[in-house]
């Protein structure tokens, strides 16, 4: 594609040769025709964007927040130069250059190399593609220019941030209703030593005690002790509503941040932690523990995003039959627009369960976005402060948690109404 | 993802239509004005047998150069020395193009005339007003828009006549360049009947002779003899090492037609015109081209009988001499005239362009055609003003290629193209659109082609408030306000709705225990702005121990 001063050059040349033609001046009209030739013999002269790009990035996942280390190698892998190449490197808007620059100009000789480093903040979690690379190669006289990219993407999930969660259960006023995981004196699933046993067909082979094979010559099976856990049950409301306030600060936001922290909390206690999302749909993770159980609650977190207006008793009463008996349940939701909240709340206690509400003060977020007056606001306020009356009056644990407030502080405040 | 490539499909496809309109709309114009007809005849750089290849090569082995002109004869002006140039129109077989110019009053328009141009026609005249000499060799074609402004005009209808060559048919027909006509003896010319040419063989010594006639005595003065290589432009004339001048032309012409003198449309810069050649005077014009002569007046369009003219030629000078200043057209009744098969009628009887079914007879057509190139482009001493029996340094012949059909696309819109683009360098209005359309060519590339942005990075995250402001003003009404707070009143002391609902007002009143609130509730009033604060203000701090 031409550039404007080559459109320029070009269309003064015709001009001149032209207006040469008119007046029988010849002069005029080899200026015209070296300005169009100049642009003629430009075009064999052209760059390229043959090359090769990899890039490198400090990690594939991270948490909101955290910094992302990226290097992009450029290679020219054809045999002529490259003259005057841009490179760009493609990264989601969402994210923002800290140090460095994703892009340079370069002119590579054939296999030569150049190495562009920047540093990303990631202040949004989600998950995200850096890619691909733009290139925009000129001539030396700058009257061409082409544009092509190579598809080379590097994908990224950015989790929510976690929350240290431990001091609020330990300095909380009300007692621990989740110990963890606990060893019972049977044989079972579980970490800690109980006794040898003699090896029986269907035994997992990582079991059997090598040295006291060696030693006795018969197979013989490591028994643990069976841990007891808990399984303990996060249901996360992501509606649409969920997104009153801003990017940044909002219900859904904050709501994975504690589905997060306390997700990370249990599992570390070795509890098994079910994570249950609504909004348009219902997605239910079973419960489980260990590293892996929290990767998908993590992954699962970075991925929500606000839709639809999915009751909460729709959820309770999909999910009521897996609901382990007497198992505690966080739900993490601003209760707002859903009639069905006290319902279903009465509905799992009064199954045993122990429910926490965990609910962000959605008119204090709507207050940073919008000018409520004082006396709504006040009237608003009022309102959810019956709701969430309401709630406790079913007996659960309801935390009214304003956007300022931290969530160890928010958790702290468990108490009854 | 399907709505993209929906929206791909529905933009490749409009694109497909517009590129297809245009190439229609392009195709539809280049129909009218590309005419692809026979193939081409009448072409100085074709060597068929009906082209003029062989007057050309004469031309060029006299040291002449020799350009074809494929364009317009509006490149005529840019001639720097007319003098020396000859301009052949051999055939305009066809319509010139018809584009808005000027006319002499500054009013704007369009060439309707058959032909050339009026732009073109006046570059021509101007042409032969600096000295220029032009050939026009037509017969039913369209070279009356030339011809009407030098006063005379081609009749446009076959011409039969009892002096023609039995040996071939009645279209070869004999004439002679004079005055009177020459007869025939039986099957042959009667060599009696031939006289000389009406302006080459004046008895004045100079400008009343043919220029070879005044370098041949030159030559005899001096008493030199020479080669018929030194014999330059006059090489025709060549005998025994002198230059023999003879003045008499016995052409033999094909498919002819007449020239009629039109005193009214007489240029005023043309001085001189001289009838050269006539037909006998027992000639025929088929006037309706039906192939039948019918002479009577009961006729709807009755044939012509009687003399006609051939050759007119009509000069710039009183005199048309070379050795004045202006120039000269020469108008022949036929546009074969210097055809391969007649001008080098040798070379045709021995198969040279191709198989001959009938010779043709000997001719001076070639001994014409080089004499008047011999005057119009012998160099002249700048001293004496004497010919120097070779060409001019800047004498150039130029044959004009632009009216004739072309036999493919490409050198038919080659030809087009040419014309537009010396139109728009030519033509007056022209050149106006022209710098206005170079005008609107800069202001669009200033406007439109824009450099690619350069790359930035930008942080942006969509700042997505949410809320209903609609409600803001609902939660301000009285009635509202009482419905949150007896929400409150049921909340705070654990009752249900129903029991709540059935409770008794006195009861109720006790519960609410604040005379204001209380007021509030059961008297149905309205609230000024102040009122209704303070007792959102009691209600907010209501219950509170």
Avoid at chain 1, 77 to 105: A, C, F, I, W
Avoid at chain 1, 296 to 305: N, R
Avoid at chain 2, 230 to 247: F, K, R, T
Avoid at chain 2, 382 to 397: D, I, K, N
Wanted: net charge negative.
């Amino acid at each position: 594609m031409w550039t404007r001063k080559a459109s320029f050059t070009f269309a003064g040349g015709i001009s001149l040769i032209l207006i040469g033609m008119m007046i029988s001046n010849h002069q005029m009209m080899i200026l015209g025709l070296s300005f169009v030739a100049f642009i003629v013999a430009n075009s064999w002269i052209s760059g390229h964007g043959d090359v090769e790009v990899q890039r490198t990035l400090s990690a594939d996942n991270l948490y909101k927040g955290d910094d992302l280390y990226v290097e992009l190698l450029v290679t020219n892998r054809s045999s002529r130069r490259t003259q005057t190449l841009e490179v760009y490197d493609n990264v989601p808007h969402e994210m923002k250059l800290r140090s460095g620059l994703n892009q340079m100009k370069m002119n590579l000789g054939p296999g030569e190399s150049a190495r562009i480093r920047y540093v990303l903040r990631c202040p949004l979690r989600g998950h995200f593609s850096i890619g691909p690379v733009s290139l925009r190669y000129r001539n030396t006289f700058n009257l061409s220019v082409e544009e092509m990219f190579v598809d080379h993407h590097s994908d990224m999930i950015v989790f929510p941030q976690l929350r240290d969660v431990e001091e609020a259960f330990i300095r909380s006023r009300t007692p621990k209703m989740y110990t963890g995981a606990t060893t019972l004196r049977t044989p079972g699933p579980g970490t800690e030593f109980y006794s040898l046993r003699e090896y029986v067909p269907g035994d997992p082979f990582k079991n059997i005690n090598w040295k006291a094979f060696a030693r006795t010559g018969d197979l013989m099976i490591n028994e643990k002790c069976r841990d007891a856990v808990t399984d303990l049950y996060i249901i996360l409301d992501s509606r649409d509503i969920a997104r009153i306030g801003t990017v940044l600060k909002n219900p859904l936001e904050m709501g994975t941040v504690a589905a997060a922290s306390l997700a990370n909390f249990f599992l570390q206690r070795r509890d098994s932690v079910s994570l249950i999302i609504y909004d348009e749909k219902l997605s239910y993770l079973p419960p489980d523990t260990g590293d892996k159980q929290h990767f998908k609650i993590l992954s699962s977190l970075a991925g929500v995003a606000p839709k639809g207006a999915m009751p909460l008793q729709a959820v309770t009463n999909s999910l009521a039959a897996r609901f382990s008996r007497g198992s505690p349940i966080f739900i993490i939701s601003s209760c707002e627009g859903d009639g069905t909240v006290p319902a279903a709340i009465r509905d799992l206690v009064g199954r045993g369960h122990e429910v926490t509400v965990l609910s962000p003060s959605s008119i204090d977020f709507e207050r940073l976005v919008s000018r409520i007056p004082r006396m709504s606001y006040e009237v608003l306020k009022i309102e959810r402060q019956n709701r969430m009356t309401s709630l406790a009056g079913f007996g659960s644990q309801v935390i009214d948690w304003m956007p300022d407030m931290d969530l160890s502080q928010a958790l702290l405040q468990v108490r009854g109404y | 993802m399907a709505a993209d490539g929906n929206s791909k499909f529905k933009r490749i496809g409009l694109q497909f239509a517009f590129w297809g309109v245009l190439i229609i709309l392009f195709g539809t114009l280049m129909v009218n004005f590309v005419n692809i007809g026979q193939p081409n005849q009448l072409s100085a750089y074709d060597d068929d047998w009906d082209d003029l290849s062989a007057f050309r090569q004469d031309i060029n082995d006299m040291g002449i150069k020799t350009k074809s002109l494929v364009s317009s004869p509006l490149l005529l002006e840019e001639l720097e020395d007319p003098r020396n140039v000859t301009f052949v129109i051999a055939g305009v077989e066809r319509d010139t193009i018809s584009l808005p110019q000027f006319s002499g009053d500054s009013v704007v328009t369009f060439a309707s005339e058959d032909g050339y141009s009026p732009g073109e026609v006046d570059a021509i005249v101007e042409f032969v007003i600096k000295g220029g000499t032009v050939i026009v060799f037509e017969d039913y074609g369209y070279a009356n828009t030339i011809a009407e402004k030098f006063g005379v005009k081609f009749k446009r209808a076959q011409l039969f006549d009892t002096v023609y060559v039995h040996e071939l048919d009645y279209n070869y027909i004999w004439t002679c360049m004079q005055l009177s006509p020459c007869g025939m003896n039986g099957t042959v010319i009667d060599t009696e009947t031939i006289e000389s040419h009406s302006r080459w063989n004046s008895s004045d010594a100079l400008s009343g002779r043919h220029i070879c006639a005044v370098w041949a005595d030159l030559m005899a003065l001096n008493g030199t003899t020479i080669s018929k290589d030194e014999a330059g432009l006059c090489a025709q004339h060549h005998q025994d090492g002198v230059i023999e001048y003879n003045a008499s032309y016995q052409m033999l012409l094909n498919n002819i037609t007449s020239i009629d003198i039109d005193e009214s449309s007489k240029h005023s810069a043309m001085i001189t015109q001289g009838i050269r050649a006539v037909s006998s005077s027992e000639a025929t014009i088929d006037i309706n081209g039906d192939g039948e002569i019918q002479l009577s007046t009961n006729t709807k369009t009755p044939d012509l009988w009687g003399q006609f003219n051939l050759s007119i030629e009509v000069c710039a000078s009183v005199t048309c001499s070379p050795f004045e200043a202006g120039g000269r057209v020469h108008f022949i009744a036929d546009g074969s005239t210097l055809i391969n098969a007649i001008y080098d009628y040798e070379g045709f009887n021995a198969g040279k362009y191709g198989p001959v079914t009938k010779e043709i007879p000997a001719n001076d057509n070639r001994k014409w055609a080089l004499d008047v190139i011999a005057e119009a482009l012998m160099g002249l001493d700048p001293v004496t003003g004497m010919p120097l029996g070779e060409p001019s340094p800047t004498a150039m012949v130029i044959f004009d290629e632009s009216r004739h059909v072309q036999s493919n696309v490409a050198t038919d819109t080659y030809n087009m193209l040419y014309f537009v683009l010396v139109y728009f360098t030519g033509e007056g209005l022209a050149k106006l659109l022209l710098f206005i359309g170079l005008f609107v060519l800069f202001e669009g590339v200033l406007l439109k082609k824009k450099d690619p942005d350069p790359w930035r990075h930008v942080f942006s995250i969509i700042y997505y408030g949410f809320g209903d402001a609609n409600r803001y003003s609902y939660y301000a009404k009285t009635n509202k306000i009482k419905q949150v707070f007896l929400s409150k009143v049921r909340n705070q002391n654990g009752l249900t709705r129903e029991e709540f609902d059935s409770m008794p007002a006195r009861e109720l009143q006790a519960m609410i225990a604040d005379p204001v609130l209380v007021k509030f509730v059961f008297e149905n009033r309205d609230f000024t702005l102040e009122q209704t604060v303070a007792i959102v203000k009691r209600v907010k701090v209501w219950g509170r121990v």
